[in-house]
């Protein structure tokens, strides 16, 4: 059996934008967008609410009611970036947390209640510290997320109380519910499911068995729970750097002992501060090559914070510091050879690791080659802690001049030539104002267009030919679109240069 905790703020659109200034703390008003042609109330704080202001209400009708009604501009994206940020902070209780919009969060926490004692203890810290940042809520449990949901938004204590609005379901179906004399969820579980299935549609005896619990379909995470979490909490906040760092530290050091049981070892660490206040500060690094190593992670994590171009802010203090690992690959013990070749290895896997901290994400690339024959496809850079499976090389036979130049142009370069026979080598081309004289050619390679990647048409048959000019320089041309099929008269280019 699976627990979820719901929390739903009935007034978020009103407090944030008391929050952020944008509305006054002691006068009722109104958030407004214009929809049909006209000004409506998109939300209403709750003074506006007691005085009988409901959402939907055109502003002329609301200021027919009350004169002096305070109107400001509803904005759906900031109030979402609130949710998001409540949602961050709620992460303290459970690594499986979902928003619910537009005023809703849910999180399951099962099994995640024992620093608290219970789940009502859980559930009255988080009141408390949602509280504080001046935006009321209720909060409701229950065995799946559709019934906490439901129980949080209409404030009732059984899901047989709920009225049938509490079904996700199209409005036109709430209302041909009520017609029929069906208006709370009891009277609809005492029916037989087939006959509201055929009368309401399958998609209502759905909502119906999930929210008596009859269905869990979980809930789709935010953040993908990761492999191993350690985490330390603090009895008082602490705001010393020194202090975060060695609690790091000792964090790194129990993360590395999980991963040595497990004959693993990490890609990616990450970081995560709990302000008191509810803030979220998140650091995280990537590893070139898997480690456990506790001391070189510790190493990382200082630069990391040295190098933040918005240095750490621990305001009231920290008060729960979690690190992650939610990226890791197995990693056994070695021999060491006796040429020194792992040591070597294992230096400049640190190297990489420390340049990409300083340098930022994304700075040390490296070449991967790629699973397609269209040359300029075949070949790209990733960041080098990427950890996207590998392709082989392509090796050329022994003793066989190369494939493909060393340098490519991106894109190809535009040429003019002149060619012996339609379908032949070129014999005289020119580019960049030269004029370069074939002395000998080798091809045609010919290379075709991806259809399974291109709409019809989309591409055209290449066909390559390296050539040497009269000085010895030796280039990679081709032919782009065949002589009558793909084009009366195809194009040539210089994709590259061998040495």
């Known amino acids: 059996m699976?627990?979820?905790?719901?929390?739903?703020?009935?007034?978020?659109?009103?407090?944030?934008a008391i929050r952020s200034g944008a509305a006054p703390r002691d006068t009722p008003f109104v958030l407004v967008e214009k929809a049909g042609g006209a000004m409506r109330?998109?939300?209403?704080?709750?003074?506006?609410?007691?005085?009988?202001?409901?959402?939907?209400?055109?502003?002329?009708?609301?200021?027919?009611?009350?004169?002096?009604?305070?109107?400001?501009?509803?904005?759906?994206?900031?109030?979402?970036?609130?949710?998001?940020?409540?949602?961050?902070?709620?992460?303290?209780?459970?690594?499986?947390?979902?928003?619910?919009?537009?005023?809703?969060?849910?999180?399951?926490?099962?099994?995640?209640?024992?620093?608290?004692?219970?789940?009502?203890?859980?559930?009255?810290?988080?009141?408390?510290?949602?509280?504080?940042?001046?935006?009321?809520?209720?909060?409701?449990?229950?065995?799946?997320?559709?019934?906490?949901?439901?129980?949080?938004?209409?404030?009732?204590?059984?899901?047989?109380?709920?009225?049938?609005?509490?079904?996700?379901?199209?409005?036109?179906?709430?209302?041909?519910?009520?017609r029929a004399g069906l208006k709370t969820i009891a009277s609809l579980a005492r029916r037989p499911r087939g006959p509201l299935a055929a009368?309401?549609?399958?998609?209502?005896?759905?909502?119906?068995?999930?929210?008596?619990?009859?269905?869990?379909?979980?809930?789709?995470?935010?953040r993908h729970p990761p492999e191993i979490a350690v985490e330390t909490r603090f009895a008082e906040p602490v705001a010393m750097t020194e202090t975060v760092l060695a609690t790091l530290d000792a964090l790194m050091r129990r993360a590395a002992a999980e991963l040595s049981d497990r004959s693993r070892g990490g890609r990616r660490f990450e970081a995560a501060l709990f302000r008191s206040d509810g803030h979220v500060a998140r650091l995280w690094i990537d590893t070139g090559q898997p480690t456990r190593d506790a001391g070189v992670l510790a190493r990382l994590f200082r630069e990391r914070i040295d190098t933040l171009a918005d240095p750490l802010d621990p305001g009231f203090g920290y008060d729960l510091i979690r690190l992650a690992v939610p990226v890791t690959e197995p990693l056994v013990a070695q021999q060491l050879e006796l040429d020194g070749g792992a040591v070597a290895d294992a230096e400049l896997a640190a190297l990489i690791d420390r340049l990409t901290i300083r340098l930022g994400q994304g700075r040390v690339r490296r070449f991967r080659a790629g699973d397609s024959h269209v040359p300029e496809q075949a070949a790209f850079d990733l960041p080098i802690a990427d950890t996207a499976p590998p392709v082989a090389w392509q090796i050329p036979e022994p003793g066989e001049p190369p494939l493909r130049p060393l340098h490519l142009f991106d894109p190809p370069q535009r040429i003019e030539a002149i060619a012996e026979v339609p379908d032949g080598p070129p014999f005289r081309f020119r580019w960049r104002r030269m004029l370069h004289e074939v002395r000998r050619a080798e091809g045609p390679e010919r290379i075709a267009a991806e259809w399974w990647r291109h709409r019809r048409g989309a591409g055209m048959t290449r066909d390559y030919y390296r050539v040497e000019d009269q000085a010895g320089r030796r280039f990679w041309v081709f032919r782009h679109g065949l002589y009558g099929v793909e084009r009366a008269v195809p194009e040539w280019y210089l994709h590259g240069l061998f040495a």
């Open 2 to 16: 699976r627990r979820y905790l719901a929390l739903y703020l009935p007034f978020l659109p009103s407090e944030r």
């Open 41 to 178: 109330v998109a939300a209403v704080d709750a003074a506006a609410a007691a005085l009988g202001i409901p959402p939907g209400l055109t502003l002329t009708d609301a200021r027919a009611r009350i004169p002096d009604l305070v109107a400001v501009a509803h904005d759906p994206a900031a109030d979402m970036a609130l949710l998001d940020w409540l949602a961050d902070a709620c992460d303290r209780y459970s690594p499986t947390v979902a928003t619910d919009p537009p005023r809703g969060v849910v999180i399951d926490i099962t099994g995640c209640i024992h620093p608290f004692g219970d789940e009502a203890g859980l559930a009255a810290d988080l009141r408390h510290r949602v509280e504080r940042q001046g935006l009321s809520l209720t909060t409701a449990l229950a065995d799946t997320p559709d019934a906490a949901k439901a129980l949080a938004a209409f404030g009732v204590r059984s899901v047989d109380a709920l009225p049938v609005a509490a079904l996700r379901v199209d409005a036109e179906i709430h209302q041909a519910l009520r």
């Open 199 to 222: 009368r309401f549609g399958v998609a209502t005896t759905n909502a119906l068995e999930r929210l008596l619990g009859e269905a869990d379909p979980r809930i789709t995470p935010r």
